[in-house]
C-alpha cells in the first residue's frame, strides 16, 4: 500500500530518489575491508528497500527491475541473480496463500466465524474474542494479513457494526463500532505473531535466517515459542480495548441472530467444505509434526495445493489469478537473494564488527532489549511489515549474533514485533487500512490506543516471551 505520507510526490519524483540513494551509494568508496562487489550489491539493494518503502510502483515490479541490474552492473552472475527462486520457505508462502482462497472460494471461513457467533455473540466483549478465536484457527493458513483480515474477518465485523446499529453517518453506537473493529484488526495481527504461516513476514524472517546465519525454525517450534505470550495477548487485549474505548453497548443479542440468519442462509456444509475442513487438519498435523516425518513445510502447504486442485476446491486459474501470491514469489525471491549474496560477499560480518566496537561492554541481552525497542518503533517509518524486516532485520540480528545472542531467540523476537509494531499508525501494513477505513476511530485516537497496545506487546514478548524461549532453549 502507498503510505500517506508520500501522496504528495509523483510516481517519478519518488523512483528517482530511490535511483539517486542507489547512485550516491554505488559512487562512494567502499569501507577497508568491503569488496567492490559486496558494495556494489549493498547500493542496489538499499535502493530497492528504499524502492518498498516510497513505492513509486508495486514491489513485485521494483524486485524485477534490481533483480534485472545485478548481473548487468556486474555485481552477480545470472544464475547467482535468479537463485532465490528455488528456496523451499518462499514456496511455502505461495501454497498458503491457496489455502486462503480456499477458506474465502468455500465460504469455511465464514462458517467458522459465524458458528462461534451464533453460540458466544452474547455481548460486546465476548464478540470481540470470538472473532480472536476465529481468526486463530483460520491464520495458519492465510499468510496474507490482508486475504485474512480483509477477505474473512473484516466483511463480517463489518455486517455486526449494522446488526447492532453503529452507523459512521448517523454517528450512533460509534464507540462500540470502534471497539469491535479495532479488537477484530488486534486478532489479526496477534495470530500473524504465533503462526509461522501467519504472515508472509514471520516466513521472510526465517528464510534471511538461514541464509545469512545458516539456522532456521520449523512451525512447531515457533509455535511452541509463540503460544504462551500469544494466547497472553489474544486474552488481555480485548479486555484492554474494552476499557480504553468503552462501547456503548456491552449486550448485543442482534450479533448472535445474525450469525444464525447468515448460517441458515449458508445452509449445511458443502462437500467441499468438509474436503477442505480434512485437508486443513492433515495439513496442521503434518507441520506440527515434521520433526518425526522430515518433509519440508513447503512441500506439505504443496500436497495440500494438490489436494485441493485434485478434488476441484481450486481450479488451476484460481491458482493463476492469486495475484498477491505471485507477486511475493517475485520480490520475495529476489530480495531474500540479495541479502543472502550480501552475507556470502563478507559485508555482513564487516558490519557486524563495526557496529560490535560500538556496543562493546553491552550484554547481548541488554543490548537485544535496546535494539527491539528501536526496531519496534522505527515502524512509524514504515508501511509495510515486510519493507521493515528487509530495511532492519539483518542490520540488527547480525550485530545481536555476533554479540553473542542465540539466532534463534532473535528471529522469533523480531518477527513478532515487526507484526507487533502494525498497531502503530493506520497505515502499518496492508490490512490496516482496511479496518482503519471503515471510519469509526480518528487518526489520533488510532494512533494513540495502538502505541498503547503495541507497548502491550513489547512488554509480553520481552517479559514473557524470552524466558519461554529460554526453558525451551531457544535462547
Not at 269 to 298: N, P, R
Not at 388 to 395: D, K, P, V, W
Request: hydrophobic letters at 55%; glycine letters at 10%; aromatic letters at 12%.
Amino acid at each position: 500500500m502507498s503510505d500517506s505520507k508520500n501522496q504528495g510526490l509523483s510516481p517519478l519524483m519518488r523512483g528517482l530518489m530511490c535511483v539517486a540513494i542507489g547512485a550516491i551509494i554505488w559512487f562512494i568508496p567502499a569501507p577497508a575491508g568491503v569488496g567492490a562487489q559486496a558494495w556494489g550489491l549493498l547500493a542496489i539493494f538499499i535502493a530497492t528497500i528504499a524502492g518498498f518503502i516510497l513505492q513509486p510502483m508495486p514491489i513485485g515490479a521494483i524486485a524485477l527491475i534490481a533483480m534485472t541490474l545485478l548481473p548487468i552492473l556486474g555485481v552477480m552472475k545470472t544464475g547467482e541473480a535468479l537463485a532465490g527462486f528455488s528456496n523451499t520457505t518462499i514456496w511455502l508462502i505461495v501454497s498458503a496463500f491457496m489455502f486462503a482462497e480456499g477458506f474465502i472460494k468455500t465460504g469455511l471461513g465464514k462458517r467458522i466465524s459465524y458458528m462461534l457467533l451464533s453460540k458466544f455473540g452474547s455481548s460486546t466483549l465476548r464478540v470481540a474474542y470470538v472473532m480472536s478465536a476465529a481468526d486463530f484457527v483460520i491464520a495458519p493458513f492465510t499468510p496474507s494479513n490482508t486475504a485474512r483480515g480483509g477477505g474473512i474477518i473484516f466483511p463480517i465485523v463489518r455486517s455486526i457494526t449494522a446488526a447492532v446499529g453503529s452507523d459512521v453517518e448517523k454517528k450512533t453506537n460509534m464507540r462500540t463500532g470502534a471497539f469491535l473493529m479495532f479488537s477484530a484488526y488486534a486478532a489479526v495481527i496477534t495470530s500473524a505473531c504465533i503462526f509461522l504461516t501467519g504472515a508472509s513476514n514471520n516466513v521472510l524472517c526465517n528464510t534471511l535466517a538461514q541464509q545469512i546465519f545458516g539456522t532456521s525454525i520449523g512451525w512447531g517450534d515457533w509455535f511452541l515459542a509463540c503460544i504462551i505470550p500469544g494466547l497472553i495477548l489474544t486474552v488481555a487485549t480485548p479486555y484492554i480495548l474494552y476499557k480504553l474505548i468503552n462501547p456503548e453497548l456491552k449486550n448485543t443479542p442482534e450479533t448472535q441472530e445474525l450469525a444464525r440468519r447468515e448460517l441458515s442462509e449458508m445452509g449445511p456444509m458443502s462437500s467441499k467444505e468438509i474436503i477442505l475442513s480434512f485437508i486443513f487438519v492433515i495439513a496442521l498435523i503434518m507441520w506440527a509434526t515434521g520433526s518425526y516425518h522430515g518433509i519440508d513445510s513447503a512441500f506439505v502447504a504443496l500436497l495440500g495445493l494438490s489436494a485441493m486442485l485434485l478434488t476441484g476446491i481450486l481450479n488451476w486459474s484460481d491458482v493463476a489469478n492469486q495475484h498477491a501470491a505471485w507477486d511475493v514469489l517475485v520480490w520475495m525471491g529476489v530480495l531474500v537473494n540479495m541479502a543472502a549474496f550480501l552475507s556470502k560477499f563478507g559485508l555482513m560480518k564487516w558490519f557486524a564488527d563495526v557496529m560490535a566496537a560500538q556496543f562493546a561492554g553491552m550484554e547481548w541481552i541488554m543490548m537485544l532489549v535496546v535494539l527491539s525497542i528501536i526496531y519496534t518503533f522505527a515502524h512509524y517509518l514504515l508501511a509495510s511489515n515486510s519493507a521493515h524486516i528487509m530495511a532492519l532485520f539483518a542490520a540488527f540480528a547480525t550485530i545481536l549474533v555476533a554479540a553473542g545472542a542465540p539466532v534463534l531467540g532473535v528471529l522469533i523476537l523480531f518477527g513478532a514485533l515487526c507484526n507487533s509494531a502494525s498497531f502503530l499508525t493506520h497505515y502499518g501494513c496492508g490490512v490496516t487500512p482496511i479496518f482503519f477505513g471503515a471510519g469509526f476511530m480518528g487518526q489520533g485516537e488510532w494512533w494513540k490506543i495502538g502505541f498503547i497496545i503495541t507497548v502491550l506487546h513489547v512488554i509480553v514478548w520481552m517479559g514473557v516471551g524470552l524466558p519461554v524461549m529460554k526453558v525451551i532453549g531457544m535462547l
